[in-house]
């Protein structure tokens, strides 16, 4: 079975600073999808970025970007620019291909100070 | 395209009653997956559809059933209702067929059982 932790359950960060997210991870899987999600106060849990295991690349999407260490089993996720409307609870999530299951970790609740 | 809907968005219960939840997926997407997200357990798989099979299932009592029909529409219930599942209910699409790995996720029913 896989587990995610995130150990971080609060976080802060001052408007247009740049803040890290933790996020380690346990599988015995080669192949896997990473993801972060993050879901505002309207509870609508959104995609910020996805990683393949099998890409040595770490994966970016604007502002957003990670930091993926197989080896150590490690994905963290880098918000540059930080703006007010990135406060949310932000989930690392694990998928196996044809799964259809994602497993979360706990959590980590972001709040940008203007 | 439209995002994934849910019906009904809030849903008040009594102990003991039997609950259906809906969700319509994205148009395209085939995989349809569940998730129960409460404050103490977090998000929890629930099950996973696959063009009207269930492919994937979590550790859940038999009293959560699901199903999924022809155009990839699926319903969740829930029978004889207890107070520990109230909870927000998600339900996720994605076509992994296509190379649409990562889920995108529906508002959610919020489900109260008194």
């Known amino acids: 079975a896989q587990t995610v932790t995130q150990s971080q359950p609060e976080m802060s960060v001052q408007e247009a600073e740049t803040v890290t997210l933790s996020c380690t991870y346990d599988?015995?899987?080669?192949?896997?999808?990473l993801f972060w999600y993050k879901q505002p106060p309207s509870r609508q849990m959104i995609l910020v970025i996805r990683?393949?295991?099998?890409?040595?690349q770490n994966a970016t999407e604007n502002r957003f970007s990670v930091n993926f260490q197989k080896a150590a089993k490690s994905f963290s996720l880098k918000i540059s620019d930080s703006q007010l409307g990135d406060t949310a609870m932000y989930f690392c999530a694990f998928m196996k291909p044809r799964s259809g299951q994602l497993t979360f970790g706990s959590g980590t609740q972001l709040t940008v100070l203007p | 395209k439209a995002g994934v809907t849910q019906t009904p968005r809030y849903l008040i219960k009594t102990r003991g009653q039997q609950v259906t939840l809906s969700c319509s997926p994205i148009s395209g997407h085939r995989s349809v997956s569940w998730y129960q997200q409460t404050p103490g357990q977090g998000l929890q798989f629930l099950f996973e559809?696959?063009?009207?099979?269930?492919?994937n299932k979590g550790n859940f009592p038999g009293r959560f059933s699901g199903r999924q029909f022809s155009n990839s529409r699926s319903e969740m219930n829930v029978s004889t209702l207890e107070l520990g599942d109230s909870a927000l209910y998600l339900c996720?699409?994605?076509?992994?067929?296509?190379?649409?790995?990562?889920?995108?996720f529906g508002p959610g029913t919020r489900l109260t059982v008194l």
């Open positions: 990683q393949e295991a099998y890409k040595q």
């Open positions: 599988t015995s899987e080669n192949n896997y999808y």
């Open positions: 559809y696959f063009s009207e099979t269930q492919r």
């Open positions: 996720a699409s994605s076509s992994p067929t296509s190379g649409t790995v990562e889920q995108f």
